[in-house]
C-alpha cells in the first residue's frame, strides 16, 4: 500500500484576521511590500479581498442566506452585469415589437423556446463537467499549500530537536517564507501577464522592486539578492530551495551522534524535508499553470452567451406581443405570463453565469477575482509561526516563562514588536467581550443599569 502524506495541521492562517490592517502592517516589514501594489500600477492593485474563507455551513440552512450578499455570486459584476443586459436587452426588442409590428397576432415565439431548451440540454452537460474539474484543480491548490507549509513547520521543528545552530534555524526560516513569499508573487504577475494587464517589461519591473522592498526588509540578503538576479523570475520559488539546501550543507558537521559519528539518518530526514517543498512547490506551480482545455470552456462560454442572447430576445418578443396585443384588441394584460417570461428570463440569466463565473474563479484559485486564497496572509502566518517557534527553544525558562529579548524575524524594531502585540490583544479581548456580552444578553442577564453581569463560569466559557 502506498504511504500515507502526513501534514501539519496547524491552521495556515494562524489565529489572525485574514484582513489586513494598519497595525499588523506595521507589526511585520515583511508585510509592507503589499504597500508596493501602490507602486506597481493596477495589475497588482488586487481589490480588497471580499472571499469568505471560514463560515459556519449551519448558517446558510434558513432563510438568512437569501439576504446575505457578502462573498456571495450576488455581488460579483460579471452577473449583474449579464442581469441586467439580459433585462435591457429584452426591452428594447419589446418596446421595439410593440410600436412596429403591424399584426402581433400573427407571431409566435414557439421556435425561439425550442431552440434554447435544445441548448440548454448541451449546457447542463458541459457545465456539470466543467465545475467538477475546476473544484478538483482548487482543491489540488489548497491541498498542496497545506503540505507545502506542513513540510516548513516540520523541517524547522526538525532543525530545533537537532539542536542546529539559532543562526542556522533563522536562515532556514527565512528562506522558506521567501520561497512562499515568491510563489504568491509569481501566481499574481503570471495571471496579470495571461489576462493582458501588463507586458514582460512591466513584470521585470515589478520583481525588481518586490526584490528591493525585500532586500530592505531583511528578507532577503545581497548575497540571495544576486543570486536570483540569473534566475528566470518564475522559478524563483522554487530555487529558493536550493538555498534552504546549501544551508543545510553548511550546518551538516553538526549533525553528529554521541560517539561522534556523522549522524546520517538525521541529515537524511532533512534532505527528505526539503524535497518535500520542492515537490509541493512544483505541485501549487502546475496545478495553477494547467488549466481546462480552451477549446472546450470557448465553447461553453460560447453556449452559455448564445442562449442568454436567445433568451433576451425571446423574452422581449413574447414580451412585446403581449403588449401589442392587448392594446389592439383593448383587453387588459396578462400580469402573469409577463412575470414569468421577466423571472425565466433573469433566472435562467443568473444561474448559466453565477456557475461560469464561480467556475473561472475556482480556475485561479490563489489570483481570482470572485474567489481567491488569501495566500499572502498565510505568507505572513507562517512567518509569525516560525518565529515563535524558534523563539520558544530559544528563550525559554524552566518555569515556561519567556526571557531575554524576543528574538523576532525581520520584526527588529521593539516599536514595531509592540504595535502588534497590542492589535493582537487589544483584537482578542475585544471578540471575547463582544462573545460575553452576548452570552449575558441570551441568558437575560443584561440591565438598563447593567450591561454585562457574569459569573466566574461565563469568563470560562469564553476562554478568559
Not at 24 to 49: H, R, W, Y
Not at 204 to 218: R, S
Not at 300 to 320: D, E, K, P, R, S
Not at 322 to 345: Q, R
Request: proline share 3%.
Amino acid at each position: 500500500m502506498p504511504k500515507k502524506k502526513t501534514t501539519d495541521k496547524t491552521p495556515l492562517l494562524g489565529d489572525t484576521k485574514t484582513e489586513t490592517t494598519a497595525a499588523s502592517l506595521a507589526a511585520s516589514p515583511i508585510a509592507a511590500f503589499g504597500k508596493l501594489a501602490d507602486i506597481t500600477g493596477d495589475a497588482l492593485k488586487l481589490p480588497e479581498n471580499t472571499s469568505v474563507i471560514g463560515y459556519d455551513p449551519e448558517q446558510l440552512t434558513n432563510w438568512r442566506a437569501i439576504i446575505t450578499l457578502k462573498g456571495t455570486i450576488f455581488m460579483q459584476p460579471a452577473v449583474l452585469w449579464i442581469v441586467f443586459s439580459q433585462f435591457f436587452c429584452a426591452m428594447v426588442v419589446a418596446a421595439f415589437i410593440y410600436f412596429f409590428a403591424t399584426h402581433p397576432e400573427n407571431y409566435s415565439t414557439g421556435s425561439m423556446q425550442q431552440v434554447i431548451k435544445t441548448i440548454s440540454v448541451s449546457i447542463a452537460f458541459l457545465l456539470g463537467l466543467f465545475l467538477s474539474s475546476c473544484i478538483n484543480r482548487w482543491w489540488d491548490t489548497v491541498s498542496s499549500l497545506e503540505a507545502l507549509f506542513g513540510t516548513i513547520k516540520r523541517l524547522i521543528m526538525t532543525a530545533i530537536n537537532l539542536e542546529l545552530p539559532k543562526e542556522s534555524r533563522e536562515t532556514l526560516a527565512r528562506r522558506c517564507v521567501l520561497s512562499t513569499f515568491m510563489l504568491q508573487v509569481e501566481q499574481t504577475e503570471h495571471h496579470a501577464k495571461l489576462a493582458g494587464k501588463q507586458t514582460d517589461e512591466e513584470v521585470q519591473k515589478h520583481w525588481a522592486e518586490f526584490m528591493d522592498e525585500w532586500l530592505k526588509n531583511g528578507l532577503l540578503t545581497q548575497y540571495e539578492w544576486n543570486m536570483f538576479q540569473a534566475v528566470n523570475s518564475q522559478q524563483r520559488s522554487f530555487f529558493a530551495w536550493s538555498l534552504v539546501s546549501k544551508e543545510l550543507l553548511n550546518v551538516r558537521h553538526h549533525l553528529n551522534q554521541q560517539n561522534g559519528a556523522a549522524d546520517v539518518m538525521a541529515y537524511d530526514r532533512l534532505c527528505d524535508l526539503v524535497q518535500a517543498g520542492v515537490a509541493n512547490v512544483s505541485a501549487v506551480r502546475t496545478a495553477a499553470a494547467f488549466q481546462m482545455p480552451y477549446i472546450y470552456v470557448h465553447m461553453l462560454a460560447f453556449m452559455i452567451h448564445f442562449t442568454n442572447v436567445i433568451t433576451a430576445l425571446g423574452t422581449g418578443v413574447q414580451m412585446g406581443l403581449l403588449f401589442s396585443v392587448a392594446a389592439k384588441e383593448n383587453k387588459p394584460i396578462d400580469g402573469g405570463e409577463v412575470v414569468n417570461a421577466i423571472i425565466f428570463l433573469t433566472v435562467q440569466a443568473f444561474l448559466y453565469q453565477s456557475f461560469l463565473t464561480i467556475g473561472a474563479a475556482l480556475s485561479f484559485p490563489i489570483t481570482g477575482t470572485a474567489y481567491k486564497v488569501p495566500l499572502k496572509d498565510m505568507c505572513l502566518a507562517l512567518d509569525r509561526q516560525l518565529t515563535l517557534m524558534n523563539d520558544l527553544n530559544d528563550n525559554l525558562d524552566e518555569d515556561g516563562k519567556l526571557t531575554g529579548k524576543t528574538n523576532w524575524l525581520r520584526w527588529s524594531k521593539s516599536k514595531q514588536k509592540a504595535q502588534y502585540e497590542s492589535h493582537v490583544i487589544s483584537q482578542s479581548v475585544l471578540g471575547k467581550l463582544k462573545g460575553l456580552g452576548a452570552l449575558a444578553k441570551k441568558r437575560g442577564s443584561v440591565s438598563k443599569e447593567s450591561k454585562v453581569e457574569s459569573s466566574e463560569d461565563d469568563y470560562d466559557d469564553m476562554g478568559i
